[in-house]
C-alpha cells in the first residue's frame, strides 16, 4: 500500500510538472525552423537559411550599427559578409526565451555560435516571429 502511494504522489508530482515544461504547437514549429536554418547555413546554403524570412521589403534586420531593409537586401549582405564555407563554417543556436506576444507572434531570444576556420563568431539574437499564410516566419531580427 505504502509502494502504491509513493508511485502515485511521484507520478503527481513529477508527471505533473513535465507537462508546465511542455511546449506548444507554435514554439515546437518555431524551434523546427530554426533547426532548419542552422542546417542550411552549416551547409553553406544562405538561400535556404532565408527561407526562414519573411520574404518582403518589409522585413527589418539589425545587426551592430546597420539596420537592413527587405528579404533580398539581407540575402545580398549575408553573400557579401559569408562569401564561402569558411566563412558560414558551422552554425548553432541556443534558445534562451521564447515568449508569446500575441496569437500570431512570438519573440525569440537566444545566442548563436558560429565554428568557422577564418575564427569563430557568438553573439545574442532577438527575433520576431509572425505566423503569415500559416507559416512561421522572422519579421525582424537583431544580432549582435
Known sequence: MKNKFLLLLFT???????LAFAQNDDENAIIELMKQQETAWSNGDLEGFMQGYWQSDSLIY??????T???????????KGYPNQ???GTLKFTIDQI??????A?????????NRKVGDVNGTFMIIF?????EWKIVADSSC
Do not use: C, P
Request: charged share 15%; proline share 0%; no cysteine.
Open 99 to 104: 515568449t508569446q506576444i500575441n496569437e500570431g
Open 86 to 88: 569558411d566563412y558560414t
Open 69 to 79: 531593409k527587405g528579404w533580398h537586401t539581407t540575402l545580398d549582405n549575408y553573400k
Open 12 to 18: 503527481l508530482l513529477f508527471g505533473g510538472t513535465s
Open 130 to 134: 509572425k505566423k503569415i499564410n500559416g
Open 62 to 67: 539589425y545587426s551592430g550599427a546597420r539596420i
Open 106 to 114: 512570438y519573440y525569440v531570444m537566444g545566442q548563436y555560435h558560429l
